[in-house]
T-cell receptor, first 115, second 115 residues
């Protein structure tokens, strides 16, 4: 069975600061994807960034980057130059390449960016 | 190109009534996934469907819940004889084949409240 754990229920930083959200996961599979999703108050689930497990290079998308440590099963999200619009719930998710294409989500981290 | 459309956005049902949640996938997407989000939790996989086929329903409760994705029309998640514990946000996502590789798109969810 696959599990995803986010150990920080809430975080709060000042605008323009850098913040890192933690995520650990467990799976016995070797081929999988990892994702970070953002859920603002509108409830829409927005894909922030994706990492293929077979790639050693960490994924980046503008101000968002990940630190993927496969041996440690760790997948943290770094947000640089944080903006007020980054305020949201952030969910880490694991998806197996084989099979039902389903995602296993962590419990989420509520991130607040203060002006 | 409209995204994944879910309706209604909010649904209130009395205990014992039936709830029908609709999901129209993105144009060209033939795969649909349903997830449930309880308050302050991450999304939990329920069921994965292709047109006229249920591929994986390992996350569906054994009783009262059913899902379909007919040849024509939206996917429907049906909950019979609702109870207070069914109160949650229900999300639909759609994708082309190999959803995790090609990208899921989520709808904005239906918030079900059972009174």
């Amino acid at each position: 069975a696959q599990t995803v754990t986010q150990s920080q229920p809430e975080m709060s930083v000042q605008e323009a600061e850098t913040v890192t959200l933690s995520c650990t996961y467990d799976t016995s599979e070797n081929n999988y994807y990892l994702f970070w999703y953002k859920q603002p108050p509108s409830r829409q689930m927005i894909l922030v960034i994706r990492q293929e497990a077979y790639k050693q290079q960490n994924a980046t998308e503008n101000r968002f980057s990940v630190n993927f440590q496969k041996a440690a099963k760790s997948f943290s999200l770094k947000i640089s130059d944080s903006q007020l619009g980054d305020t949201a719930m952030y969910f880490c998710a694991l998806g197996l390449i084989q099979g039902a294409q389903k995602l296993v989500f962590g419990q989420g981290t509520r991130l607040t960016i203060n002006p | 190109n409209a995204g994944v459309m879910q309706n209604p956005r909010h649904l209130v049902r009395r205990r014992g009534q039936e709830a029908r949640l609709r999901c129209s996938p993105m144009k060209g997407h033939s795969h649909v996934y349903w997830y449930r989000q309880l308050p302050e939790e991450g999304l939990k996989f329920m069921v994965y469907l292709q047109k006229e086929n249920i591929i994986d329903e390992s996350g569906m409760p054994k009783e009262r819940f059913s899902a379909e994705f007919p040849k024509e029309g939206p996917s429907i998640l049906r909950i019979q004889q609702v109870v207070r514990g069914d109160s949650a946000a229900y999300f639909c996502a759609s994708s082309p084949p190999h959803g995790l590789l090609n990208g899921y798109t989520f709808g904005s969810g239906t918030r079900l409240t059972v009174v």
